[in-house]
Nanobody, 124 residues
Framework: QVQLVESGGGLVQAGGSLRLSCAASGRTFRTYIMGWFRQAPGKEREFVAGRNWSGGSTRYAESAKGRFTISRDNVKNTVYLQMNSLKPEDTAVYYC?????????????????WGQGTQVTVSS
């Protein structure tokens, strides 16, 4: 069982940066693939980034490549999403999720545990 709590969302101007954090409970944190997803109003939830425990495998959505970086601290049981050069279209609720899949996957159904989400709003 894993419980996830996101933080770090807020209001930022276009071009700015935010770092989201996701604190996980559970002694087996390092065994999970960790991912970030987002859901904008009226849209489906979509994959943003994912990472395995060692960092040897990461995956990004095309919209996130070059601007977002996912990292994790397996001692602190925390995963981060550094978001730079933010755009108004990045406005969404951001969720972290944990998966027992053997590789980083982007499908929502592969993730077993979800946080409650944190709002990110980018103004133009």
């Amino acid at each position: 069982q894993v419980q996830l709590v996101e933080s770090g969302g807020g209001l930022v101007q276009a071009g700015g940066s935010l770092r989201l954090s996701c604190a996980a409970s559970g002694r087996t944190f390092r065994t999970y693939i960790m991912g970030w997803f987002r859901q904008a109003p009226g849209k489906e939830r979509e994959f943003v980034a994912g990472r395995n425990w060692s960092g040897g495998s990461t995956r990004y959505a095309e919209s996130a490549k070059g601007r977002f970086t996912i990292s994790r601290d397996n001692v602190k049981n925390t995963v981060y999403l550094q978001m730079n050069s933010l755009k108004p279209e990045d406005t969404a609720v951001y969720y972290c999720a944990a998966s027992l899949a053997s590789t980083v996957v982007s499908t929502i159904g592969a993730y077993d545990y979800w946080g409650q989400g944190t709002q990110v709003t980018v103004s133009s």
